[in-house]
């Protein structure tokens, strides 16, 4: 699924404020379902407690179903399912705008920048493009370009950073819009998978990076910037 | 937290601004996504191809603990992540995996998702060397691979 936003460009005026990161952290505790299962009114702060239920359509057989029924197959079938997303999947965006209206992401840079040259080995200023590349494939790597054409990264830091991005690309536009599809059925929290593929883009940012530097040993060269 | 004056837009604007963004990527990206994999699904079924990948592909899937079938959704992940969740649910409501299934390939369908595209969107943009291309085409699908074993370990302690 193809998030197709237009880019949201370089450094905004207003810098990261206290309810940035309340919105952040708002996020992280919304969606990753440790409210889930209270029977507290704060499990009001959970996505699957507020996204809901279908109400239940008895059949003949006693059984209860949705307004899917049971046994459809084919495209009919497929229409009914997707009808049956479609609330998870506008509530979700919906929710992950106003967090980024808030600022959250933009707090997220901030808090992830000082740790991009030990863990990917690429310049802190590579965090908005991070961040970029979270909404739209399209812009961040369009920024990976500007910044290496402005002499911020190296040819080896490019291939580091396009790297991070490639694998899982565009993640909260496409995990949040086609993945809220499948949250209702996920039998872990819908955080966990999601961590997960950030965890790994980690990984395989590193990989190409061990490559580089085993390429370079091979030749014998020293690439400088 | 929240509606401070500096603030162009409320949190209701941006909430509704949020689910109307959700409402045209469901009808537009989601739908038919959904509605093609399903057809496919269902093509595979009466021309008894999914029994045939089912079978073929049953000993490597099995590395992860899943059916063979499950092979459809990695390789629909490759072109369109969308495609690739239709797919899965498409199995699911076939009966053919089971919801711990589903969650085992989730972070997979985005680790290897629409690599065929972001070739041209994300390495051809960022305009990196193509020598790399094969090898970071390699990286993203072993990070999936990798992904679904960590997911089956988590799977399996819920």
Known sequence: MDENKPVPQTEEEDEVRWYSYV????????????????KEWYSVFDFTVLNGTFGKIAAANGKALTFRGAGGNGCQDGFAFALSLLPAVIFALGVVNVVEGLGGLKAAQKLLSPLLRPLLGIPGACGLGMITSYQSTDAGAGMIKSMYESGIINDDEKTIFAMYQFSGDGTITNFFSSGAALFSILVTPIIVPFAVIMVFKFVGANLIRMYIKFLQKKNGT???A | MMAEKKQKKNIIDLFIEGCRKGWDTGIRNMMPNVLM???LI?????????????????????LWGLPGEAVTVLVSALMSM????????????????????????????????SLVQYLGRCLGTAEVNSKYYAVMVGIAVLNALLAMWVMKIIVAMV
């Open chain 2, 37 to 39: 994999a399903f057809i």
């Open chain 2, 42 to 62: 269902k093509a595979l079924n009466v021309t008894g191809l999914l029994k045939f990948l089912g079978v073929v592909f049953a000993p490597v899937m099995a």
């Open chain 1, 222 to 224: 020293k690439e400088a």
């Open chain 1, 23 to 38: 919105a952040l952290l708002f996020a992280i505790v919304f969606f990753s379902g440790v409210l889930a299962t209270s």
């Open chain 2, 82 to 113: 969308g495609g690739a969740i239709g797919a899965a649910a498409g199995l699911l409501s076939a009966g053919t995996m089971t919801a711990k299934d589903v969650t085992v390939v989730m972070p997979a369908i985005y680790l290897m998702g």
